[in-house]
């Protein structure tokens, strides 16, 4: 099996850090990078680029809700799709510009927070994801919840898709996160994270919180890298499935593969 092990980083802001990013870039295949509306900053888009590049880690863009505050995890409400478009395509566009000043190129796009929950459970904005994206460079690769809106809103886009499960996050009965709110949603112990990535694997399905599968394609895992102990569950998490034959590559490569 070939997967890909992403994280999302470069959510420093001005003098306040958040995560542990060059620890985190020797362990993940991918870096889902802030761009500057939830976190992260100019500077520090920039440098969390140029580290990537320097640890062979591929890069995309991580837009969220501008909600500097709540780290972009307060849902907002009333956006019309153009005003989604036009969100979405910004935050991209800062971070493809920043990218190609190194001579570097964005492989995905993966929504953040409140911002991505909510278009994973709406066509209509989900549709204004996957519009923006394409709009500015169909190539680009969506990265969604499996069973979701934002997967059907991709594949009728067109778009290159890669389906992720997260090692830190409970599930609910539908398939979505289970809201950070309820007891039990962000998973820490890194052994039970590990196991519980491994068992969803080998049976290709998402195990919500009471048990129950959910069968799904699984071709990414996603650690939140403002968790507490993040490096510790990612160097778990790619240990155990490396013992058991599992082989890390970015996302391309694995669509490549496929084909």
Same mark, same amino acid.
């Given at each position: 099996?070939? &997967? ?15 995560? =542990? ?36 880690? =591929? ?28 969100? @979405?395509?910004?935050? &991209? ?24 929950? %909510? ?24 990265? @969604? ?15 290159? @898709? %890669? ?8 599930? =609910? ?17 890194? #052994?039970?994270?590990?196991?519980? &990535? ?7 399905? &998402? %195990? ?22 993040? #490096? ?28």
């Amino acid at each position: 099996m070939l &997967i890909d092990l992403n994280c999302d980083m470069g959510e420093s802001f001005g003098a306040w850090t958040m995560g =542990a990013d060059d620890s985190m870039l020797s362990i993940v295949t991918s870096a889902n990078i802030a761009c500057g509306f939830h976190a992260g900053d100019p500077d520090v888009m920039f440098t969390t680029l140029q580290n990537a590049r320097e640890k062979n880690v =591929a890069v995309g863009a991580h837009p969220g809700f501008q909600d500097l505050a709540g780290f972009g995890r307060r849902p907002i409400l009333g956006y019309t799709p153009q005003q989604i478009r036009n969100m @979405v395509i910004y935050q &991209i566009g800062a971070l493809k510009a920043l990218a190609e000043s190194q001579g570097a190129k964005l492989q995905h796009v993966k929504t953040h927070g409140a911002f991505g929950n %909510i278009a994973a459970e709406n066509s209509e904005w989900a549709k204004a994801v996957a519009e923006s994206i394409y709009q500015i460079d169909k190539d680009l690769i969506m990265v @969604v919840m499996p069973g979701m809106c934002t997967e059907d809103a991709a594949l009728k886009r067109g778009l290159r @898709v %890669i389906r992720e499960i997260y090692a830190d996050r409970a599930y =609910a009965e539908n398939g979505s996160l289970l809201s950070r709110k309820l007891p039990g949603a962000v998973l820490h112990d890194p #052994v039970v994270a590990s196991q519980r &990535i491994l068992k969803m694997l080998e049976k290709s399905a &998402i %195990i919500t919180e009471n048990g129950t599968c959910i069968p799904v394609e699984i071709e990414s895992i996603c650690v939140h890298g403002d968790t507490f102990g993040a #490096v510790e569950m990612a160097r778990a998490v790619r240990g155990l499935l490396e013992e058991q034959g599992v082989r890390f590559a970015p996302m391309a490569q694995i669509l490549a593969a496929k084909h």
